[in-house]
């Protein structure tokens, strides 16, 4: 499938809005935001922590934040639990038009975000990735079972000519206009975004994998569940269909 270059979307420089949908991460909001100050260098940047209904302390830790930091916004969503849509309301309200999307947990290191936007502001990339190398199995952030798992999906999903080695990745820069030029053509709900953009995109994005160390996690447990899984199959016989049965 050839790409296209994309040479409409002007990137603001140094402005950076940092979406990240949390769910119960009462022991990890004032550390990673904390590492996000010290980290990050010469980008203006605001922080938007998504709450996904949290039942633990998360809630009241990110109000008082609020009250901390002038660059710190926070929402509080009470819908249904969705970790897709944490991450559509947070680009919604985003400030800036460059988009990062990182985890909660402290797996994604942000000392790697000064070399994903020096890679994104410098070049003609529609989308940058922090990505594991999973082949290698070098990454103590992941068990054996998910490594496996995560290469089999890239493989069943290197039918769409995707052009990364982690399309599961929830670390990665864009440009808020992919958004929502292509709102209406996601799939939107169940898992991270990643994938859903790449694939559903009205364009050929050209992607670029900025390889990272992927850190264990911290005070909490994965939330992939049998629920997101079953969106995972759905969104990929979804666009099988489409890809060869429609036009």
């Known amino acids: ?35 996000l100050i010290n980290k990050i260098k010469n980008i203006d940047f605001e922080i938007i922590f998504v709450d996904d209904n949290s039942l633990d302390q998360t809630q009241k830790i990110l109000v008082n934040l609020k009250k901390r930091y002038k660059f710190f916004k926070p929402i509080i969503r009470n819908k ?18 460059n988009i990062l999307i990182m985890d909660g947990d402290l797996q ?45 999906l890239i493989f069943s999903f290197s039918i769409f000519n995707i052009k990364t080695s982690d399309p599961m990745s929830g670390f990665f820069m864009f440009h808020k206009n992919i958004y929502f030029k292509n709102k209406k053509f996601l799939f939107g709900k ?42 995972l199959i759905q969104f990929y016989f979804l666009n099988i269909f489409k890809k060869f049965f429609t036009k």
Not at 10 to 34: D, G, Q
């Open 80 to 97: 249904k639990r969705d970790l897709t849509q944490s991450c559509f309301d947070g680009i919604e309200k985003a400030k800036y038009n």
């Open 1 to 35: 499938m050839k790409q296209v270059k994309n040479t409409k979307i002007k990137k603001a420089k140094n402005k950076l809005s940092i979406v990240i949908p949390i769910l119960n991460e009462e022991k990890n909001i004032l550390p990673l935001t904390l590492s």
């Open 190 to 231: 169940g898992f991270k975004i990643l994938i859903d953009l790449i694939i559903n995109s009205k364009k050929n994005l050209i992607v670029k994998d900025v390889f990272i160390k992927f850190k264990r996690r911290h005070n909490n447990k994965s939330k992939m569940n049998f629920r997101i899984l079953f969106f």
């Open 108 to 152: 994604h290191d942000p000392i790697y975000i000064n070399k994903i936007f020096a890679e994104y502001k410098n070049n003609n990339y529609d989308i940058v990735i922090g990505a594991r190398n999973l082949l290698s199995g070098s990454n103590q952030g992941l068990s054996e079972f998910r490594r496996i798992a995560s290469v089999i």
